[in-house]
Each structure stands twice: as structure tokens, then as C-alpha cells.
């Protein structure tokens, strides 16, 4: 296996147990969050789903300067209904990782638009990755909050 090829194996692994957790969440509960800081479950589920449309303008060093998410102004629907919306986003960071090839993970440089930090282009993936994984203990963190069937992501 090459190494884009495990890293796409690692966001796919990743993704699939947040879509399980995603979708063990009430429809009334969509809007339930611990405290007046925190993201509501089903923008906690939109910040994760379009991220990967702005880790793809990253990581092809394209400008994040006048970045505007497609889900901008989009309403809060249903689970099912942001997945299908960001399934093209998705699909479309998948194919730009596995167009890297080993060299390019490990030379190229990336600089995150946040903090100006650059990173390997293959380490920074990994911390894309680390980013939904943040976010799968938050939400299982929610589930256990609102006394929900945690589903069992450790299979």
C-alpha cells in the first residue's frame, strides 16, 4: 500500500465510525449542546463534513482568503440530509490525497491558514484526520450527556 492509500484507509475508518455516532443522535437532540460555548450536535456534525472542503483548498495550496463555505446560509435539515450534501466534498478531498504520491507527502510543505504553522503535507493530513477523530469523543461525550446508546465504534 502506498502511503496516500493509508491515509485514505485512516479517514475512511475515521469517518465511518462518526456516521455511526452521528446517526445514534435523536432528531430532538439535534440542537442539544453542554453549554452556551459549545457547538450544537448537528453543527458539531456540519464542522466536521465541511472542513474537508477547506482541507482540499489547503492541502492543493489554493487561497483561503476569500474561503466561503458551500454550506454557507444552508439550513440545519437532518443527519442524512448533510451527509448527502457534503458527499461530493468529501469524494473530491478523497481523490486529492490519492493523487499524492510518497514524495509529495514528505516534501511538500503546507501552511495552515490558522496559525501560519508549516507541516509536511503527509503529517498535516494526519492532523486533519485527528481533527474528526477531536470531534468523535466530543460527540460520544454528548450522546453519554444526553443519555443516549453510545454505538460500539470499537469493532
Excluded: C
Excluded at 465511518?16 to 437532540?29: D, F, G, M, T
Excluded at 489554493?62 to 466534498?89: H, Q, V
Excluded at 493530513?125 to 450527556?145: C, D, N, P
Amino acid at each position: 500500500m502506498t502511503q496516500s492509500e493509508l491515509i485514505i484507509l485512516n479517514f475512511t475508518e475515521i469517518r465511518r465510525k462518526s456516521i455511526k455516532l452521528w446517526n445514534a443522535l435523536p432528531e430532538n437532540y439535534y440542537d442539544w449542546k453542554p453549554d452556551e460555548k459549545a457547538m450544537t450536535a448537528i453543527e458539531m456534525v456540519r464542522h466536521v463534513l465541511e472542513a474537508d472542503y477547506g482541507w482540499n483548498i489547503i492541502i492543493n495550496n489554493g487561497s483561503m482568503a476569500n474561503y466561503k463555505t458551500p454550506w454557507y446560509n444552508k439550513p440545519f435539515i437532518s443527519i442524512a440530509d448533510e451527509l448527502k450534501f457534503a458527499k461530493p466534498y468529501r469524494k473530491a478531498f478523497l481523490k486529492s490525497i490519492q493523487q499524492f504520491s510518497d514524495t509529495d507527502l514528505n516534501k511538500t510543505q503546507i501552511i495552515h491558514p490558522g496559525n501560519g504553522k508549516k507541516k509536511f503535507l503527509g503529517k498535516y493530513l494526519f492532523r486533519i484526520a485527528y481533527h474528526e477523530s477531536v470531534h468523535a469523543g466530543q460527540f460520544l461525550s454528548y450522546l453519554r450527556a444526553i443519555k443516549v446508546d453510545r454505538p460500539n465504534i470499537w469493532d
